[in-house]
């Protein structure tokens, strides 16, 4: 859940930055921006196919671990931050993998510590970064 934290505030706070005068011409300009450089444009498409396969994943992994109201979290994700509503439905399908597996604690190793330890640097790293623009 903390990850989903981050997320939320790494990417609300740089709506605060965007001019709003109205929905249409807020998203308007928010995909000109987005595609304005061939640097956004490669995370862009990056980020869009990954958010396919991990809709995918959501929706058939949802089915199988009998989660309900899956589609909260897709919309959430697609209206909202995808880095927010991802890690939420994480975890709330870790909490109810261990409510239907009695006994399951199989604990992690170094290796899988280490790779959550990097991902969890890299997300505090861009939130601090999304911090920085806006107050400074």
């Known amino acids: 859940y903390a990850l989903a934290a981050v997320g939320l505030i790494g990417t609300q706070l740089q709506i605060t930055r965007m001019p709003f005068s109205n929905f249409i011409d807020a998203t308007k300009q928010f995909w000109i921006d987005v595609v304005s450089s061939p640097a956004s444009l490669f995370l862009t498409v990056d980020l869009l196919v990954l958010s396919s396969v991990v809709f995918v994943w959501m929706f058939s992994e949802a089915r199988r671990c009998k989660i309900r109201f899956v589609w909260i979290y897709f919309l959430g994700a697609l209206f909202v931050a995808i880095s927010f509503f991802v890690p939420l ?4 399908r870790q909490r109810h993998l ?3 597996e009695q006994g399951f604690d199989t ?9 959550v330890l990097i991902a969890v640097a890299c997300g505090l790293a861009a939130t601090i970064y999304s911090i920085s623009t806006v107050l400074g």
Not at 89 to 92: D, L
Not at 107 to 115: E, I, R, T
């Open 89 to 92: 439905y994480m975890g709330v």
């Open 107 to 115: 604990p992690l190793a170094v290796s899988d510590w280490v790779a």
């Open 98 to 100: 261990r409510a239907i």
